[in-house]
């Protein structure tokens, strides 16, 4: 279901899929330069349908906005997008009772962060390859159970994760997919994402 999202003022396009009797809903949260199109993140939609999650792809910016460099960057602005689309999500009569939780991608994984230690109704959090240093102010408030996926050939990454890691106070876990880069383009290694995030979530969106 093609759906339009109202935020702040601006009207975000998204794509609202839930398989019937799911148990919960992820919202995506794409990183700079990407969109609700990313080939990446919808493969691991497709996975988390295929577990029976339901998922929200939508754009966190509107298309002028991804023309600016800077917008692309503002991660208190990201947050405040995705926030907006959990409360939109609330107001739905069909959708409003599951269970949220979030899926962030490189920067996105800043605002899926933020974003949970702004919300005490977020379930779960997944951060893929994630810039989790830019949400260094608000890791201890995170209280929804997370998991940090990365590449083990994404050194600098690695260990922003690592650290990061360190500060969270909740249930966590630190997954490294062995020989993957940022954008995990090797053989198999989307797929170990994809499974490591539908166990997470199907665990906790229960």
């Known amino acids: 279901m093609i759906v339009d999202i109202s935020a702040?003022?601006?009207?975000?396009?998204?794509?609202?899929?839930?398989?019937?009797?799911?148990?919960?809903?992820?919202?995506?949260a794409h990183g700079s330069g990407s969109s609700r199109h990313s080939p990446r993140n919808n493969f691991v939609a497709d996975r988390l349908r295929e577990r029976g999650v339901g998922t929200l792809l939508f754009d966190l910016l509107t298309e002028a906005e991804d023309e600016t460099y800077e917008t692309r960057f503002d991660i208190s602005l990201l947050t405040d997008r995705l926030v907006a689309a959990t409360r939109w999500i609330r107001q739905r009569d069909d959708v409003a009772e599951?269970?949220?939780?979030?899926?962030?991608?490189?920067?996105?994984?800043?605002?899926?962060?933020?974003?949970?230690?702004?919300?005490d109704d977020v379930e779960a959090v997944v951060s893929r390859g994630g810039r989790v240093d830019l949400a260094s102010?608000?890791?201890?408030?995170?209280?929804?159970?997370?998991?940090?996926?990365?590449?083990?050939?994404?050194h600098q990454v690695l260990e922003l994760n690592r650290e990061a890691y360190e500060?969270?106070?909740?249930?966590?876990?630190?997954?490294?997919?062995?020989?993957?880069?940022?954008?995990?383009?090797?053989?198999g290694a989307l797929e170990a994402v994809a499974d490591h995030a539908g166990s997470w979530f199907a665990d906790h969106l229960a």
């Open 8 to 28: 702040d003022g601006v009207s975000l396009e998204g794509e609202l899929l839930v398989p019937d009797g799911a148990p919960g809903l992820v919202l995506f």
């Open 98 to 119: 599951l269970s949220i939780g979030y899926f962030g991608s490189s920067t996105g994984s800043a605002a899926a962060l933020r974003a949970a230690a702004r919300r």
């Open 137 to 154: 102010e608000v890791l201890e408030d995170v209280t929804a159970p997370t998991l940090f996926l990365v590449g083990g050939a994404d």
């Open 167 to 187: 500060r969270l106070s909740g249930e966590k876990r630190l997954e490294v997919i062995e020989g993957a880069g940022h954008l995990f383009e090797e053989p």
